[in-house]
């Protein structure tokens, strides 16, 4: 099948080849995004090859029906993405805590107690402190409570969690960083997908699609002709 180039094919091609630059081959993880990245980008070399190349009369219901899979397709790759992702994440949590020794002490009521009658800049100094320690005895304390248990705003708890898990286990921050960068490859391809669907599946919108690409056309004739 001839591989036909449009603005679609174009975008999802890049996010093809964004994501064999940051894949590892290995890795089961990306090779099931990769598997979901790559049936999308054939169906939708599909659907641009049906249409860029009519049979028949009932070309348009053809294109619609092509347009139809490549929804279906879109659509189940989203599940399947999002419950991918969310055991990925659950998997990484797991690893960063059991890593970093964020694990619930004896004294966690006291040190969520004693943090939460301290001044703003102490209790960043103290929370610092145990982040240079490796405390994750009592950086659990904090980490896993409420945070007005310990005075401190949430957008610093995740910031304060995420220096700490830095710090004590950068591989698997990494790998983490690595995965969902990939997911969110697949997901933008997903997005494109359903888009080129939605407009391949309405008549009107199809319609308007090949008139603006014929006067695409015309002009570009023109310029080289000129």
């Given at each position: 099948?001839?591989?036909?180039?449009?603005?679609?094919?174009?975008?999802?091609?890049?996010?093809?080849?964004?994501?064999?630059?940051?894949?590892?081959?290995?890795?089961?993880?990306?090779?099931?995004?990769?598997?979901?990245?790559?049936?999308?980008?054939?169906?939708?070399?599909?659907?641009?090859?049906?249409?860029?190349?009519?049979?028949?009369?009932?070309?348009?219901?053809?294109?619609?029906?092509?347009?139809?899979?490549?929804?279906?397709?879109?659509?189940?790759?989203?599940?399947?993405?999002?419950?991918?992702?969310?055991?990925?994440?659950?998997?990484?949590?797991?690893?960063?805590?059991?890593?970093?020794?964020?694990?619930?002490?004896?004294?966690?009521?006291?040190?969520?107690?004693?943090?939460?009658?301290?001044?703003?800049?102490?209790?960043?100094?103290?929370?610092?402190a145990m982040i240079t320690a490796k405390d994750g005895s009592s950086l659990a304390a904090i980490f896993d409570a409420p945070p007005f248990l310990t005075g401190l705003a949430p957008k610093d708890t995740s910031k304060f969690?995420?220096?700490?898990?830095?710090?004590?286990?950068?591989?698997?921050?990494?790998?983490?960083?690595?995965?969902?960068?990939?997911?969110?490859?697949?997901?933008?391809?997903?997005?494109?997908?359903?888009?080129?669907?939605?407009?391949?599946?309405?008549?009107?919108?199809?319609?308007?699609?090949?008139?603006?690409?014929?006067e695409a056309s015309r002009a570009e004739s023109a310029l080289k002709g000129a």
């Open positions: 099948m001839e591989k036909i180039s449009t603005t679609n094919t174009t975008a999802i091609d890049a996010l093809c080849q964004r994501f064999k630059e940051k894949h590892d081959p290995q890795n089961k993880g990306h090779k099931d995004l990769q598997v979901k990245l790559n049936d999308l980008a054939a169906q939708l070399q599909a659907v641009e090859f049906t249409r860029k190349n009519p049979q028949g009369s009932d070309h348009g219901l053809t294109v619609q029906r092509a347009a139809a899979r490549l929804k279906l397709l879109a659509e189940e790759g989203a599940k399947a993405i999002t419950a991918k992702s969310k055991e990925a994440e659950i998997s990484f949590e797991r690893s960063l805590r059991e890593h970093s020794g964020l694990t619930n002490g004896p004294y966690a009521v006291e040190i969520r107690q004693r943090l939460n009658e301290m001044k703003p800049g102490e209790r960043v100094k103290v929370v610092q969690r995420e220096q700490f898990f830095q710090s004590t286990a950068p591989d698997i921050v990494k790998a983490r960083d690595v995965y969902r960068e990939l997911s969110e490859h697949v997901n933008a391809a997903i997005r494109t997908a359903l888009n080129v669907a939605s407009e391949l599946s309405d008549p009107r919108k199809l319609r308007e699609l090949e008139l603006r690409e014929a």
